[in-house]
């Protein structure tokens, strides 16, 4: 009764309800809460002290940054969850809350499409952690041809004109207009009539529903802003009993990664992708590492492969 009693205190204070509100919806740094809530620096700090040692609150590391996001109590759970279902009509500032929160989400893609809009056709001369022959191969192996193959994170379109010569049909899709653009002209300077480039995000894929044979992620996973949504986005362009294949980088602790690279996840661990894949709609998931980079940080490169359900 105590722990009931102390939850309802500090839900309360309209401050910390709204922090809440936002918490529930997406992991945000004090500086987000910040630029959404207009409120200080110190009294953000406290409300989120307050709440994580409520157990409302958890906190995660992301390089420089500290990441919150929200956590209900066991003790309390029904009593937030109808708070918080109520909050968006009695808080008079909800609207704007959730306005601010849209804008701060869509400034952080446009840093990531920044990103590689500078590095549009200079990919075969730059080093780019993850991307091996190697690994590659094992991947390429493992398809079965003629498929129609969504290229998700595509860049400069390297995988997907590889791809073509063999699928039915390829879907190439990046988030930088100036990629697209890079790679769709290759496609047409090459004559190559079966390889579709299209703007769009790893998180709202401008594909049909169920259209395609294999999605697939070559060391892009790591740049969604939610990787789990952005597999059910594939899981949703696939077919019945459709693949997806994720490349990406084992998990690791380089955090110049993000700056450098502009990684948002440091990679993920076999148990992590197993899990966002199943959480995802997918079956049967088939993971292994197939390559390690020979030079310092030896990056390495993970392979899981799993099916629609």
């Known amino acids: 009764m105590a722990g009931l009693l102390k939850a309802l205190r500090l839900l309360a204070d309209e401050g910390r309800l709204r922090i809440l509100r936002l918490l529930e919806k997406e992991e945000l740094s004090v500086a987000e809460l910040q630029e959404i809530l207009g409120m200080g620096q110190s009294r953000i700090s406290m409300q989120l002290s307050q709440l994580k040692q409520a157990g409302f609150v958890e906190v995660r590391r992301a390089g420089q940054k500290s990441l919150y996001r929200f956590h209900t109590p066991p003790a309390a759970k029904s009593i937030v969850a109808a708070m918080l279902r109520h909050s968006s009509e009695e808080i008079r500032d909800a609207p704007a809350d959730d306005e601010a929160l849209r804008l701060i989400l869509r400034k952080r893609k446009d840093k990531l499409r920044s990103y590689f809009d500078e590095l549009a056709g200079k990919f075969?001369?730059?080093?780019?952690?993850?991307?091996?022959?190697?690994?590659?191969?094992?991947?390429?192996?493992?398809?079965?041809?003629?498929?129609?193959?969504?290229?998700?994170?595509?860049?400069?379109?390297?995988?997907?004109?590889?791809?073509?010569?063999?699928?039915?049909?390829?879907?190439?899709?990046?988030?930088?207009?100036?990629?697209?653009e890079y790679g769709a002209g290759i496609a047409k300077r090459n004559r190559v009539k079966n390889l579709d480039y299209r703007l769009g995000d790893l998180e709202e894929l401008p594909i049909a529903s169920g259209s395609v044979d294999l999605a697939l992620f070559h060391q892009s996973l790591h740049h969604a802003l939610h990787p789990e949504k952005a597999l059910r986005e594939a899981a949703r362009v696939l077919r019945p009993g459709g693949r997806v294949a994720v490349l990406d980088l084992l998990k690791h602790g380089i955090e110049q990664a993000r700056e450098l690279y502009a990684h948002v996840w440091?990679?993920?661990?076999?148990?992590?992708?197993?899990?966002?894949?199943?959480?995802?709609?997918?079956?049967?998931?088939?993971?292994?590492?197939?390559?390690?980079?020979?030079?310092?940080p030896h990056f390495e490169t993970l392979l899981a492969i799993a099916s629609k359900r």
């Open 266 to 296: 440091l990679g993920f661990s076999q148990v992590e992708i197993i899990a966002l894949l199943r959480r995802a709609g997918f079956e049967s998931p088939d993971v292994s590492i197939v390559h390690r980079e020979e030079e310092a």
């Open 124 to 180: 075969g001369r730059h080093y780019v952690p993850g991307r091996s022959w190697q690994g590659l191969a094992e991947t390429l192996l493992r398809l079965l041809p003629p498929l129609v193959i969504a290229d998700l994170g595509a860049g400069e379109g390297t995988l997907s004109l590889m791809l073509a010569r063999g699928a039915k049909q390829v879907i190439a899709v990046d988030n930088s207009e100036k990629m697209v």
